[in-house]
């Protein structure tokens, strides 16, 4: 699937967009990806909010208890308003998981906010349904 892209949108934003979910689908790459966030960024996962990157460092952690491998797959970008400081996009996410499963093609939304300069995000919001994911992180490990 190529990832559809609204017309103007720089060559910056598309590359940003594709190394953050690059960066994302990486477990230890915890720096590389809070230097796509603002200090202060607002991180909204959804039920989970936090208030900036200190936070979000330990989230990513979490993230990975029950997970070995993530594919973010984006779809289609959209833009809000004048410029390029406000984006949705969505895609779908592959699961790897601990206990063996495998969960494909859980889809999901985000919305990215840029600061000021339009380099860093200052609100990352997703919107994930999660309930098959958890499923399956409960199912009994392979043998």
Not at 55 to 73: A, F, L, N, T
């Amino acid at each position: 699937m190529s990832l559809i892209l609204p017309k103007g949108l720089s060559e910056e934003k598309v590359q940003f967009i594709k190394d953050f979910y690059k960066v994302s689908d990486e477990p230890t790459s915890v720096d590389k990806y809070l230097s796509f966030l603002s200090e202060d960024v607002k991180f909204i996962m959804g039920p989970a909010i936090i208030n900036g990157a200190p936070g979000v460092r330990e989230m990513r952690k979490k993230m990975w208890e029950g997970v070995v491998s993530r594919h973010h797959k984006p779809a289609q970008v959209y833009v809000f308003g004048e410029g390029e400081g406000d984006l949705m996009i969505h895609g779908t996410l592959d699961f790897g998981l601990r206990n063996g499963g495998f969960v494909p093609e859980v889809g999901w939304a985000a919305r990215m906010l840029f600061d000021d300069e339009g380099k860093k995000m200052k609100l990352y919001q997703v919107w994930l349904d999660t309930s098959i994911l958890a499923k399956a992180l409960q199912a009994a490990p392979s043998s």
